[in-house]
């Protein structure tokens, strides 16, 4: 495989850190992008990567920041959309203003991402544009609600660009992980929280306790860096990459029941 130039956000932490380093044992150069270059020092040192700041929700800034990495990496063959964070609560009690940092970052932030390269990569007549989706952009579970909105919305738009954009020689992708131990369930999470007087405590409880075991024995963001990686070098009209062991299992059974046993079934794990 020749050396290939990548272009990644959100690789401060979690899949974001594991897919440059990843990417680097395979001889590619990354611009790695984070909102703040200091998180991930350890990235500064390795060869082919060069690190930018980057706040996918300042639309100045990710015009900017393509730009100048077009400029200094001389085109980049593959994009990667994985900047994203978890909002988790019951739907009632979501401010406007959450619901709006939730798309505005996973959704609008792939948008943006995805507007300042596609006239890049028209030119370049290639390129591969790969969205960090999630099994949570195929199925509904409970609290999740507004972060499935964000990666259904990003579902849909990938799936549509790929008859749009294939003309061009560009390929789309969505890489749908199922639970991975990252900052996601920690530092990345928001939690909406309901007060008592809506009825949600202890419906909410259980979920948490159930998430919370679900990610503390869940796989390795290396995992989906491996992920990403076929996903990128795969030529072809498959869009849709599952990563991880319960991501694989879940698409199966999604695909082989119907939605009403789906949820039975998920209610039964769920103890809900
Ligand atoms: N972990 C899972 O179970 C799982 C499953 C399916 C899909 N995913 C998806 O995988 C992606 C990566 O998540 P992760 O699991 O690796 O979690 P993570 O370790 O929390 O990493 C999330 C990354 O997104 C960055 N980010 C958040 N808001 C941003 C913004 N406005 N601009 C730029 N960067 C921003 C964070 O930056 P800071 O360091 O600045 O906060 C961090 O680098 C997300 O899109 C997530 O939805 C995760």
């Known amino acids: 495989m020749l050396q290939q130039k990548a272009f990644i956000t959100g690789a401060s932490s979690g899949i974001g850190l594991e897919t440059v380093k990843y990417l680097v044992t395979k001889g590619w150069q990354v611009a790695a992008t984070m909102r703040n ?19 996918v929700t300042q639309p100045d800034n ?8 077009w400029q200094d990496f001389g085109g980049i063959d593959v994009v990667i959309n994985n900047a994203g964070y978890g909002a988790i609560g019951p739907f009632e009690s979501a401010t406007e203003a959450q619901i709006q940092l939730q798309m505005d970052t996973n959704f609008m932030g792939t948008v943006r ?7 890049l990569l028209k030119q370049q007549k290639k390129g591969v544009l790969i969205n960090l989706s999630s099994v949570a ?6 609290l999740y609600n507004i972060y499935h909105a964000s990666k259904f919305a990003v579902e849909g738009l990938t799936e549509s660009l790929y008859y749009e954009l294939r003309p061009f020689g560009i390929r789309v992708r969505l890489v749908e992980p199922g639970p991975i131990k990252t ?27 159930f998430y919370n ?10 995992v989906v860096a491996k992920t990403i ?7 072809g009209s498959k869009i849709r990459y599952p990563s991880g062991r319960i991501a694989k ?6 695909k082989l029941t119907p939605g009403s046993w789906m949820r039975v079934i998920s209610r039964k794990i769920m103890g809900i």
Do not use: H, W
């Open 213 to 222: 075991k679900m990610f503390s024995e869940a796989e390795g963001a290396d």
């Open 113 to 119: 991402v995805m507007k300042a390269f596609i006239p």
């Open 183 to 209: 900052e996601f369930n920690g530092r990345s999470r928001e939690d909406l929280v309901a007060p008592e007087g809506l009825g949600y405590t202890r419906f909410v409880g259980q979920i948490n306790r």
């Open 37 to 55: 270059p200091d998180a991930a020092a350890e990235l500064k040192d390795l060869p082919g990567v060069r690190v930018y700041a980057l706040d």
């Open 229 to 235: 990686y076929k996903a990128a070098i795969r030529k």
């Open 249 to 254: 299992s879940l698409m199966v059974l999604n």
């Open 62 to 69: 990710v015009k900017s920041v393509v730009q100048t990495v």
């Open 137 to 142: 952009g195929r199925v509904g579970m409970p």
